[in-house]
């Protein structure tokens, strides 16, 4: 059995000259796209299943963490249960079955997600229900990318936000390393909850899961647990336009030849958004993932005006 | 001034589960699209660069080596001029043009690239006349990615392809640092003269310029110098249908998330035409590099049928 360390696969650092002339900015790119499933989530996902007694794990996810989970659990020998919309894309669906997980597909209109992993969770009393963010598990898991980052010499670190997963465990890693860089969170601005909770002080809800083009920042808000690690070690939030996430996946694949889903493409949108932010700094973009569906990039890419 | 191996990026070894066993092959990814300018011909164009003693270089490149030249000389701060015909896409032509070179634009229907480059040799005495890969220090430069293969254990290494200077640098690396693997060439069907010159043991050449989608494979035939190599190290061509390339960047799109240019894709594509060659081996996959047009690219994914 692997140990966290020997399962993970470093990150990949990427310094383009032709990114950093294009935008006239001094920038490394921290890519987590060829982490084990395509996504820094592996990290959290193993850290999880190792540590937790329990040999069945329950988590709701249409996306990255439930790849994630059904893979670590597929390495440590436990069963994984993941409910997942039942219209998720099939491609998805077929992803989290090969890691030899059980799918719950759920009717939406007629249960909720949550409804359903509560039933779920009565059915099976030994499963630990793993939420893909607010557990120290998981922050723990993403903390070994912050460590990676705390080795190099950065001044501002720009990261994406969503249920504050990632963020929170680049905070621990930052801190313990005793590493002093300013942290940005680049969220959707259709869904800035982050944005809002972090003006005033106390966790905001969007009304409605966001609608944006960055699934991973689908969320409701910021978990309890994160937002302890994100008022504490978060400078700043940058809100991203729509346009500006989908400009930055473009950019990513023209000038760093980096493809990436919209989710890992939001710091580079923040920096489209607030370029004064970064300018003259020694920057580390931290691109989060690269699972998109074919015609979901085929579309981005087909309004690429640069 | 840096050395070649202070001013080239090490390559980028990529081990996916997921595309491994989507394949069924033991294969680690070395990919060249992270390195300076977007491909392994950074390598050759500095190493050339550095060590030729004249100011001035003369090449003829619609691609890749126009681009790393134009880089190494910048850096090198070496007057450099490429050949390139008028139709080329003006995001390439723009791009050697912003590492500083002076790009001549040939009307091909009236007058030949290599006229044309006769014709600027004369006007330029001075000018040092660099082969894209029929040169040894295209060769001597590329071989430095032979050496980092070199150091890991493979059974098999396929590379892509086209005048043989990136196969050429490997077998010199593999071979300064006494390793056996078996080196396999991945080459377009419809440009098929490598395969055709290792049948008959001398060179052959294409009648025309291959209209093949793997662009940078677009060679007449094999350089002279390469041939030498190319006899002693290579095991085996792999002729490689177009869709096949086709699908093989599809392939790496969805099970790696990696772009790569069709070319890159090449050595992917000779797995999916022979796969009995490399079941059961420890594979190596060496991907050139990643510069393709957005468009091209779009219309390679909407082929996708996986």
Redesign the interface.
């Known amino acids: 059995m692997k140990t966290l360390l020997e399962a993970i ?1 470093p990150t ?1 650092f ?5 990114l950093k ?1 294009f935008l006239g900015i001094d920038l490394t790119v921290v890519s987590e ?2 982490q ?3 996504s820094f989530k592996f990290r959290a996902a193993y850290n999880l299943a190792l540590n937790v007694p329990n040999e069945e794990i329950l988590t709701a996810s249409s996306g990255n963490f439930g790849q994630a989970l059904a ?1 670590a659990c597929q390495l440590l020998q436990k069963k994984c249960t993941v409910v997942m919309p039942e219209t998720s894309a099939r ?1 998805k669906i077929e ?1 989290v079955r ?1 890691y030899g997980a059980t799918v719950d597909l759920v009717d939406t209109r007629r249960i909720g997600r949550n409804e359903r992993v509560a039933q779920l969770a009565k059915q099976m009393p030994d499963a630990y229900y793993a939420s893909a963010y607010d557990d120290l598990f998981v922050i723990e898991g993403n903390s070994t990318l912050g460590d990676e980052i705390a080795n190099r010499d950065f001044d501002i670190i720009v990261s994406p936000i969503g249920g504050g997963g990632l963020i929170s465990g680049i905070v621990q890693g930052l801190c313990r390393n005793g590493n002093k860089a300013k942290l940005v969170g680049a969220e959707p601005l259709l869904g800035n909850d982050a944005f809002q909770s972090l003006l005033s002080g106390r966790i905001i809800r969007n009304e409605i899961e966001p609608i944006t083009v960055a699934d991973g920042a689908r969320t409701i808000s910021l978990g309890k647990l994160n937002w302890e690690f994100i008022k504490k070690g978060v400078s700043q939030i940058v809100e991203v336009s729509e346009e500006n996430i989908k400009k930055a996946v ?1 950019i990513l ?2 000038h ?4 990436v889903e919209p989710t890992g493409a939001l710091p580079l949108g923040a920096i489209v958004e607030k370029p004064e932010i970064f300018a003259k700094k020694k920057v580390c973009l931290v691109v989060s993932g ?2 998109v569906d ?1 015609e979901v ?2 579309r981005i ?2 309004e ?1 005006k640069n």
Chains 1, 2 share one sequence.
């Open positions: 696969r990949t990427i310094e383009s000259e032709k002339s796209t060829f084990h499933t395509g893979y491609i992803a090969n473009q694949f023209t760093a030849n980096l493809k690269g699972n074919p990039y085929r890419l087909g690429n």
